[in-house]
Nanobody, 115 residues
């Protein structure tokens, strides 16, 4: 059974940067689609970015130009989210996902951006 483990969340001031990592274990196959979603208090979970092997990456309009999703070429089933120019509205719990549509979720990592 696939399990996803995120790391890299934390507290940062507006304009700062964070890098999230997610490692998928329990799969002997390369996972084609992995992504990042987030959920702020009182709001629904929303897509941040997705990466599917062999196709283009996909970003929410609110993070385009600031966030970059990438896959690790040497470590199978690892995905990163580089977040730059962070804003207070980026504050949320960030979840790693696998599959398209997502079938498995990580436990989430908190990102807090202060103004």
């Amino acid at each position: 059974q696939v399990q996803l483990v995120e790391s890299g969340g934390g507290f940062v001031q507006a304009g700062g940067s964070l890098r999230l990592s997610c490692v998928a274990t329990g799969s002997i196959f390369v996972i084609n689609a992995m992504g990042w979603y987030r959920q702020a208090p009182g709001k629904q979970r929303e897509l941040v970015a997705t990466s599917t092997i062999g196709t283009n990456t996909n970003y929410a309009d609110s993070v385009k130009g600031r966030f970059t999703i990438s896959r690790d070429n040497t470590r199978r089933n690892t995905v990163y989210l580089q977040m730059n120019s962070l804003k207070p509205e980026d504050t949320a719990v960030y979840y790693c996902s696998s599959g398209s549509p997502p079938r498995t979720w990580g436990q989430g990592t908190q990102v807090t951006v202060s103004s």
